[in-house]
């Protein structure tokens, strides 16, 4: 059943109706015209926003690129830099081999050096005790290796006096005449005294050098060197003090001294001979029979 | 080439003589002349010039103080150094050898790697 109203309704729409649905049509289209401009301006600012993050974004991105190219350059340079404190290690530690060897040279160089002056005090003594055959001249050169090449300030030269049983001096520096006393040997016990030291020496054949420093207020040679000529003592080397700057004896001194308690007494007997013998030099005959290799025709005088 | 240097020893002491002539035979290109005390040394400085002197102060003759002083009023060697060796140790003698005009002072007994060592100092040697 249809509602009674509805049998009324006309098909033309009332004026009041049209003219309000003409108003509610502008007034939809005023305000989708306004939302749509406000809408676009929304469009246009994020836009805007969007354009400015990303101009933001682009310009952090090449920040960050740049960031990272540097790095990378400094990673780079920190790689070359411990290439290059290996690389000056391994220099180092070559430098230092290098010095080591160089210390080791030198230090070889001096020793060598050292042996080298050692061993020419020794052939320069060696050589001007042989050099003569003259007494004075073989005492004078006793002298002067005893002073100038040991250093020795106070010393004296004993021979042995055999008739006497004394040791005499017969060269000294230095000392008085009371210490120069002869000092008479193998009567019986040594005394513990500086002649008891002497005398021992030459009765054992014993050298006897003190090897630390040389005490001032010691009572005892500093040195006590027998001379022999082959087995037998013929006298005594006495030092009793060094020069001043001379504190000690040194590695050549006791070379020298081994080499005094062999040379030293040949060269003074062979003068003592010698000057027994008025400077005469043996003939050829003394000789006869020496060699094995040569017959003694050959050397006897015709 | 190496510069030749010249060096006169004066000592009356053969012995001595001969292990100056040794140590100084270790610097390279020196040329030793010997001389036997003072008055020698001066004949032999006369007219020739000598790079260094090495002189002992206890001689005949003439001593090597004196000889000291005669050297520094010769024009060519006024400023030779001058190297004294002696038995003396004391420093009083150190400084009258010093005060004549010695340049260095040597003790004896001497040591052939100090006197070397003192002669190339002098004489401005390396190595």
Redesign the interface.
């Known amino acids: 059943m249809e509602k009674k109203g509805k049998g009324r309704r006309s098909d033309r729409p009332p004026v009041d109706l049209a003219a309000q649905l003409k108003l509610q049509r502008e007034s939809f289209v005023s305000t989708f015209f306004r939302k749509g401009a406000e809408f676009t301006e929304e469009l246009v600012t994020e836009n805007d926003r969007l354009r400015a993050a990303l101009a933001d974004a682009e310009r952090d991105n090449a920040a960050l690129r740049t960031q990272l190219a540097s790095d990378e350059a400094i990673r780079d340079l920190l790689r070359k830099i411990d290439d290059l404190e290996r690389e000056k290690q391994a220099l180092l530690s070559h430098v230092h081999e290098a010095e080591a060897h160089t210390t080791q040279f030198t230090n070889r160089h ?1 020793q060598i ?2 042996e ?2 050692n061993l ?2 020794l052939h ?2 060696s ?2 005790l042989h050099s003569t055959l003259r007494l004075p001249m073989v005492v004078r ?1 006793l002298r ?2 005893l ?5 020795a300030r106070a010393y004296a030269i004993y021979v042995a006096d055999d008739a006497r049983g004394e040791l005499v001096a017969i060269a000294a520096e230095g000392l008085e005449a009371t210490d120069l006393l002869p000092i008479p040997y193998g009567a019986g016990e040594t005394q513990e005294d500086a002649r008891g030291t002497v005398e021992r020496a030459f009765v054992t054949g014993i050298a006897r050098v003190e090897e630390g420093p040389l005490d001032a207020t010691r009572h005892q040679p500093a040195a006590c060197l027998p001379m022999r000529v082959d087995d037998r003592a013929v006298g005594v080397i006495v030092i009793h003090a060094l ?4 504190t000690r004896f040194v590695a050549v001194d006791f070379e020298l001294f081994k080499m005094l308690g062999l040379h030293a007494a040949s060269a003074l007997v062979g003068a003592q001979l010698f000057a027994a013998a008025d400077g005469r030099v043996p003939g050829v005959e003394v000789f006869q029979g020496i060699s094995p290799s040569i017959p003694p025709k050959s050397l006897a005088n015709p | 080439m190496s510069a030749e240097y010249t060096c006169l020893v004066v000592e009356d ?4 003589r ?2 100056l002539v ?2 100084l035979s ?1 610097v390279k290109n020196l040329r030793v002349t010997e001389a036997d005390d003072g008055v020698d040394g001066l004949r032999k400085l006369a007219g020739t010039k000598y790079d260094i002197i090495l002189t002992d102060i206890n001689m005949p003759i003439m001593d090597g103080l004196k000889l000291v002083k005669r050297v520094r009023t010769d024009p060519m060697h006024k400023d030779t150094p001058i190297v004294v060796i002696t ?1 003396e ?2 420093e009083e003698d150190r400084q009258r050898a010093i005060a004549l005009g010695a340049n260095a002072y040597i ?3 001497i ?3 100090q006197v ?1 060592a003192k002669v190339k100092e002098l004489l401005k040697i390396t190595g």
């Open positions: 001096a050096e050292e080298l002056a020419a005090n320069v003594a050589y001007h050169h002067e290796l002073q100038q090449l040991v250093g020069l001043a700057q001379k | 002491s053969p012995m001595m001969q292990l040794f140590a270790r038995t140790g004391s003790t004896k007994p040591q052939a790697p070397i």
